[in-house]
C-alpha cells in the first residue's frame, strides 16, 4: 500500500509539473531582450514565472549553444528566445550586433550574474575558514615596536615567517569556531577579514634584522585597526566566480545542518549568507544545491521551506547563500540534497 501511494504520489507531481507547463506555454514571453542589472534568477521568473527554475534554464542553454565557447554567459542588448519542447523550456539567445562599418559580434566585458552578488561577494573574497592543522601554522602579526600596538593603513608591521614580494596578503583576526552539531567535531574556525598587506623589503628600524624569522609589511587598506597576534595569509583572486557558477544536484543521501547565519544573525532570509557543516570531504562543489527542512510532527520528513547554493568550499564546512526561502532560517535547520521544491 506504501508503494502504490508513493507512485500515486509521484505521478500527481509529473502531472501537475506537465499541466504548469501547458499553461506557462500560452502565457509566457516568446523574446526579452536583456537589460543592465538583469540576473538569470529575474529571467526564469520572467519568463517562467518561477525564479527557482534558473537552473532548468541554463543547462537547456549550454545544450543549444554548444558552438559559444561561454554559452551560458548573458549580456545587456542579448536578445532570448524561449521555447517549449515536450513540455521543457528550451532557451536560446541571439548575441547584439554592432554594425561598423562590417557586422561584427559586440565586445562585451560584464555578463550578467546567475543571481544578485552585492549582499555576499565579499564572503567570497574576504573572509576565510580554515581547519586547526592550517591555523596553528599561520604567520601572526608580531609587535616589534613596544611604542605602537595598534596598526591603521599605510602603517609598517611585522609579521614572523617569510613571505614571497610580489603576493598580496590578508591580514585577519579570529572568529568563530563551527562544531558539528551531533558529533561535537571542531569542523573549522572563521577569520575575519582585517585588511591587505604588501611585503616591504627594508626597514627604517634598527633593531629588526630581516630574514627567515620576520617579514616587514606595508598596510595597505583595512577596515580596521590590526594588531598583534592577527593572522596572516596569501589571499587568492577570484576572478569572475559568479559568472561561472554552475548549479550542482547533490546526492539525497547528504544531510546536514545549518551552522552559522553571517555576522551573527539568529534568522536568515532570501540572499543572506550562511555555514554549512559539509565540504570538500562530502565531494561539494561551487554551486551546490540543498534544500532546508523544519522538522513537523507526524511526517516522515521535514518540511521544505527553503534552498541554498554553495558559493565557497572548504574541507569540512561551506559557505552558501538562501536562494529562497519560505519562512525565516534558523541555526540547526537540516539540509538535504535531492530533494525538489514542493
Not at 549553444?65 to 554567459?73: A, C, D, E, R
Not at 562590417?102 to 561577494?121: G, Y
Amino acid at each position: 500500500m506504501k508503494y502504490k501511494l508513493m507512485l500515486l504520489f509521484v505521478t500527481g507531481i509529473a502531472l501537475s509539473l506537465t499541466l504548469k507547463a501547458q499553461e506557462l506555454e500560452t502565457k509566457s514571453p516568446r523574446t526579452y531582450i536583456v537589460k543592465e542589472g538583469d540576473t538569470l534568477w529575474q529571467l526564469s521568473a520572467n519568463l517562467l514565472d518561477n525564479p527557482m527554475l534558473w537552473p532548468k534554464l541554463w543547462k537547456n542553454l549550454t545544450q543549444i549553444n554548444q558552438s559559444t565557447q561561454s554559452p551560458h554567459l548573458i549580456y545587456p542588448g542579448d536578445q532570448l528566445t524561449l521555447h517549449w519542447i515536450k513540455d521543457e523550456p528550451q532557451l536560446a539567445y541571439k548575441r547584439k550586433i554592432k554594425l561598423s562599418p562590417d557586422a561584427r559580434l559586440q565586445e562585451k566585458v560584464n555578463p550578467i550574474s546567475i543571481i544578485p552578488t552585492t549582499s555576499f561577494a565579499d564572503f567570497v573574497s574576504g573572509n576565510l575558514i580554515v581547519n586547526p592543522e592550517q591555523l596553528q601554522a599561520m604567520p601572526r602579526l608580531v609587535n616589534m615596536t613596544p611604542t605602537k600596538t595598534r596598526f591603521i593603513e599605510g602603517d609598517i608591521f611585522y609579521a614572523a615567517g617569510q613571505f614571497k614580494q610580489d603576493q598580496r596578503y590578508g591580514v585577519y583576526r579570529l572568529g568563530s569556531t563551527f562544531k558539528d552539531l551531533l558529533t561535537g567535531e571542531a569542523l573549522g574556525t572563521e577569520l575575519l577579514f582585517i585588511g591587505y598587506s604588501k611585503v616591504l623589503l627594508e626597514t627604517n628600524n634598527p633593531k629588526v634584522h630581516l630574514g627567515q624569522k620576520v617579514t616587514s609589511h606595508r598596510f595597505i587598506k583595512s577596515t580596521k585597526e590590526a594588531r598583534e597576534g592577527d593572522l596572516i595569509a596569501p589571499i587568492t583572486e577570484y576572478e569572475n566566480v559568479f559568472n561561472n557558477l554552475v548549479p550542482r544536484l547533490v546526492s539525497h543521501n547528504v544531510k546536514g545542518h545549518i551552522l552559522a547565519v553571517k555576522d551573527n544573525q539568529t534568522e536568515a532570509a532570501q540572499w543572506d549568507v550562511v555555514i554549512i557543516d559539509k565540504g570538500k570531504r562530502e565531494q561539494l562543489k561551487l554551486g551546490s544545491v540543498f534544500s532546508v527542512l523544519i522538522s513537523q510532527p507526524n511526517q516522515l520528513r521535514g518540511e521544505v521551506i527553503g534552498e541554498l547554493m554553495v558559493i565557497n568550499v572548504y574541507e569540512k564546512v561551506s559557505v552558501a547563500v538562501v536562494l529562497h526561502a519560505k519562512q525565516a532560517m534558523r541555526v540547526e535547520n537540516k539540509i538535504q540534497g535531492g530533494l525538489k521544491k514542493q
